[in-house]
């Protein structure tokens, strides 16, 4: 199970990397040594700085807004379909209490 990472944590390594950009080679390079510096993982970084781009606008993509939208929304699929579930065995149920051939 991964562990959760603030969210200034996160802040602060996206915009380590965007102020020392020009010293390294490229943004993964960037990034590693920004990694280390914080002690996380250096692919975490990465997906940070890439999905800030893309939250920014300078990149396509889905941003963390629309992410945490579409989260919500299938959590809440997955819910209304176990309640048709339950209610679909509920009229199964209650037709056959009902139906005069089962007394």
């Known amino acids: 199970m991964p562990k959760k990472i603030d969210s200034e944590l996160k802040a602060r390594a996206v915009r380590l990397v965007n102020d020392h950009l020009g010293e390294y080679q490229n943004v993964t390079a960037a990034s590693v040594a920004v990694a280390k510096q ?52 509920a009229t199964v149920f209650f037709v056959g209490e009902l139906d005069p051939r089962n007394r």
């Open 38 to 89: 914080l002690g996380v993982s250096r692919e975490s970084v990465r997906r940070w700085v890439a999905q800030a781009e893309v939250d920014a606008g300078g990149r396509p993509g889905v941003t963390s807004e629309d992410l945490a939208e579409i989260k919500t929304l299938k959590a809440r699929v997955r819910r209304l379909e176990e309640d048709n579930a339950i209610l679909k065995a």
